[in-house]
């Protein structure tokens, strides 16, 4: 995997167009100023969380005895209700009930950016080529990047695209995370197959 397609897999599970319609409600109530400083607020705590799964979800694994193929199974479970739930949403939004008030940590930087998805799959990459943490480390910040970029501008897009084009962008992008946890669930299965269960 390449930087590029690694920066455009977490772009896809960030989704942060899905994202604009539920961020708008929760920082509606607030003055301009604050909505800004809550959502840079909410984006680095995501960033650190993302950053630590993945510089140290090998130890994590290890620690629980786990296996890079368990991990690449499991992420593609959730990966797949992730995208299933973005293709057909629910009546109460993709995250369920959303609480009141000023948001904390939850639900916007976890789960709406730093989801189980995203943890997983950092998690994921990291553990698989642990080599290459300083490539999958820029392709995260360049998702990242972009996410930021799209929900500071949310507003204007919102106005600008309008609920319909927004919805069909995300219905798209669940799409290609369905057909992408497809792919990490066969190739941990794969690999659980060749290796066989441990002793």
């Not at 397609?5 to 301009?32: K, W």
């Not at 904390?104 to 976890?110: L, Q």
């Not at 642990?130 to 106005?159: D, H, M």
């Not at 798209?172 to 794969?190: E, K, P, R, T």
């Amino acid at each position: 995997m390449t930087i590029a397609s690694a920066a455009l897999l977490l772009f896809l599970i960030l989704d942060p167009l899905g994202n604009i319609p539920v961020f708008l409600s929760l920082l509606r109530t607030l003055p301009p100023r604050r909505q800004r400083i809550v959502l840079a607020r909410e984006l680095l705590i995501a960033l650190a969380v993302l950053m630590i799964f993945l510089w140290a979800g090998k130890y994590f694994l290890e620690a629980m005895h786990l296996r890079q193929e368990s991990v690449s199974i499991a992420g593609g479970i959730v990966l797949f209700l992730i995208g299933i739930r973005m293709i057909f949403p629910p009546p109460e939004g993709l995250m369920g009930e959303l609480p009141d008030g000023e948001p904390f940590i939850v639900p916007m930087a976890i789960p709406l950016v730093a989801g189980p998805s995203g943890m997983a799959a950092v998690m994921l990459m990291g553990s698989n080529e642990p080599g290459r943490l300083g490539e999958w480390s820029l392709a995260l910040l360049i998702a990242w990047g972009a996410t930021a970029a799209i929900l500071f501008s949310a507003t204007v897009l919102y106005k600008w695209l309008g609920r319909r084009a927004l919805t069909a962008v995300e219905r798209l992008m669940g799409m290609l995370l369905v057909a992408i946890s497809v792919q990490m669930f066969l190739d941990g299965l794969g690999a659980y197959l060749q290796i066989g269960p441990a002793a």
